[in-house]
């Protein structure tokens, strides 16, 4: 259920490059006040039947459906939790049947934190603080799973999102100066283009195309 509706949120042309979850530690720790309610629950009941106090006994019994609640809610709450990132926004989705769905471009990221206690690193988890142009949006997200995975796939899309930025705005510079060119700037405008061929800023394909609209203005 979760799968299909993440899909649902993506738009065209949008994937997923990674996503994780919380640590179970998370999950353990917020049981852990149940567990022991259960445990002393579970005790007080003993010692009734031992004493033969049987008319409370099954008060006790009731009163175990209430942490036991507490943990099966638990449980849905972390596994429902995910952490995503697009190459095109990160994404905190929480909510079992109600839907929570918070995100931020990538273009707002300013910076990723990231904590790791020594447990963190031998554990593999770890706290992870995304800093955004406005204070809105995501924030904080403790203990996940995987976080140097998560920072590095996300500063990795952000960083191929500048690219291709860069990439398109070079190309519309590109398409204005062979507009307006001259044919005598011709063979210093294909050394320029070769030269970022040569770079990795443009691709062989743009390459040819431009050279062979420059060779038309000359014919």
């Known amino acids: ?3 299909s509706y993440l899909k649902s949120l993506l738009g065209e042309k949008e994937r ?3 996503s994780t979850h919380q640590h179970v530690f998370l999950l353990m720790r917020d049981m852990a006040w149940e567990l022991i309610f259960t445990f002393v629950t579970l005790i007080v009941v003993s010692v009734l039947w031992a004493l033969q106090v049987t008319p409370l006994a099954p008060i006790g019994y009731i009163l175990l459906l209430i942490p036991g609640a507490g943990m099966v809610a638990d449980y849905l709450e972390w596994k429902y939790r995910a952490f995503i990132v697009t190459n095109r926004r990160v994404i905190q989705l929480s909510g079992v049947f109600n839907k929570n769905v918070t995100d931020s ?5 300013n910076d990723v934190k990231l904590e790791q206690s020594f447990l963190g690193r031998t554990f593999n988890y770890g706290d ?3 800093l955004t142009a406005s204070e809105l949006g995501l924030n904080r997200f403790p203990m996940i ?3 140097i995975k998560y ?3 996300m500063l990795n899309a952000k960083e191929e999102m500048s ?3 860069n990439g398109d705005n070079l190309r519309v510079t590109q398409a204005r100066e062979v507009a307006q060119v001259n044919p005598e700037d011709i063979p210093d405008m294909i050394a320029r283009l070769d030269t970022l061929r040569k770079q990795g800023a443009i691709s062989e394909a743009d390459f040819q195309n ?3 609209e420059l060779l038309r203005r000359i014919s």
């Open 1 to 3: 259920m979760t799968d």
């Open 16 to 18: 997923i490059l990674f």
């Open 105 to 109: 471009s990538l273009e707002k990221v």
């Open 128 to 130: 992870v603080e995304i």
């Open 145 to 147: 799973n995987n976080p």
């Open 151 to 153: 920072k590095t796939a």
């Open 163 to 165: 690219y291709m930025d």
């Open 210 to 212: 431009k050279k062979a």
